[in-house]
């Protein structure tokens, strides 16, 4: 017991001096590591030995290091924001007060705001030496300062032109990328996309034509593109592509809403930007897309097909489907290139192709192009597909769980409207169409039995087959005998079957077919039926019953292989 303890306690100490070398570090100073507690010899008893005490760890200062570093770094980051937006807010108010006062000119007053804005990042480059993270506070109130100071100059001022302006926020957004790889924080990058993004909304001269925004968007797409891949952090990217697709939308809608080519062209330019970005971040980084990534990219592909599947609806309606099928075979060629660059599973990333390429499955490919009547028959056609595709030696894990709820939505859907007979009736064939659903299913359940991955799918499709068989012949079949008969048969069926095979679930089963014809023959048969059909009803029920009744006592010993004789 006590060698278990001794070699935690070792544990722990190790731990402790890498966090004081990290302290020592995150000062601005080296230390060497103190060595290690030295190990007692072999001959003696672990019993008697301890582990010797390691200095850093028990040194009362480092104790307290420790724990104001913990406490203190959420409070520094929350008295440097505040610091600095105090600054920003101070320059803004000095300037208030001498434009107030007639002190400044305009002109005066917004070279002042740009001296105060280059005074707060050169102050930070000073300090950068000392303590890095916490003087970049500085330079990004000096960025806010420079972009109000542009748009001020150009909006409320009216002292540069267009050209002028738009030339000082491309700078300045180079500026901030180049200051967020200096300080190693992703903030000026969130600043240079916001600034770029933000401009044609500022400058409205600026989106002079459609054209022109689709070029001056797309240009810095790929820059936040490659500055991600650069730094190490998807966020840059994906925080401009939010803003390109929905910017350049808001944007269109209000210039020009029937240059629609344009708006296709760049929504088409967009997605391949952005899935190029991903995969080459992907590649370059050696890192995978988390689960936590491919949440915040889903919203942006649900973004892009509305938009673009809305455009495409309304001025080319007979090509959107297939255009929209096209996008989701692009996004699964982008998956299959990083797939074998990085041979590594990509689980998020099949996660992410999987929900885009059902989304546009269920609306444009089974919603838009499959016509209602033939629905029932493709729905059919969905099983038969999953049973090639494990035929073929893949396994069922490998495919994304949005394409396994498709499937389960798809043929649950036309499933409902055969066994009701509620919107099924222009199907061709539509009388056999219970009958092949129960027929599909039973394989299914056959088939299930011996798949390790579909085991759990077994009983489900056999109970939802006996439905359907019952469903079938109620439609096929005329006359309540007929089918309260042919469902006894399908019971006694089920049981005969199971014995002759030793499958208990398939005799459990049975017992649905037994309490739906009893349900059946009380509630319905006997209700207005002349006596002849009551008597009929009932003696079925009864001989079935008890014919059934006498078979299920020998289901309980189906795996025992003794069933006992009746009694």
Known sequence: MKSVEERLSRL???????????????????????????????????????????RPFNDPAFVSARKHGADALPIT?????????????????LIRLALDAGWLTPERQLGLAVISGFSLIGTGLWLRSSDRQYASLLPAG???????????????YHLIGMHLAAGAVILTCFFALWLGRLFESELYGLFAVLGSYSAPFLLHTLAGSVTDLVIYFSAWSVLFCVYSIWIGNRRPYLLAAYLALLGFHFLWKLMAPDEWVAAFAFQAIQFL??????????????????????FAHLPLLLIFYALQYSLLHRHLPALAPWIALGSAGVLLLGYLIADKAMKQPLESGRFLVGAYAALALFHAGYMELVPDAYAPWVALMLLPAVGIYLMAGRSFDSVSWPIRVLIVVIFAINYLRVISE???HS???????????????????YLARRIPDMQDFAAPALYVGHVALMSAAVQILDGRLAVSLAWGIIALACLALAFKYSDKILGKSSLLIFAASAAKVLLFDLSSATPLVRIGSLLILGVTLYAGGWMYRK???????????PV
Request: aromatic share 8%; charged share 15%.
């Open 12 to 54: 722990e100490n190790r731990l402790a001096q890498l966090e004081y070398q990290l302290h020592l570090m995150s000062q601005g100073r080296s230390g060497e590591i103190p060595a290690p507690a030295a190990s007692p010899p072999a001959a003696e008893s672990t019993e008697t030995a301890s582990p010797s005490p390691v």
């Open 427 to 445: 199907a061709p064939a539509q009388d056999l169409l219970a009958l092949c659903y129960a027929a599909e299913l039973y394989i299914a359940y």
């Open 422 to 424: 509620s919107g099924a």
């Open 555 to 565: 289901i309980d010993q189906i795996d025992s292989g003794r069933p006992e004789r």
């Open 273 to 294: 930007i952005f899935i190029g970005g991903a995969i080459g971040f992907s590649i370059r980084n050696a890192r995978p897309m988390t689960r936590d990534e491919a």
């Open 77 to 93: 980051q929350i008295l440097g924001w505040t610091g600095a937006t105090a600054l920003v807010l101070a320059v803004a108010y």
């Open 142 to 156: 000096g960025l806010v300062v420079l972009f109000l100071s542009i748009y001020g100059a150009h909006l409320y």
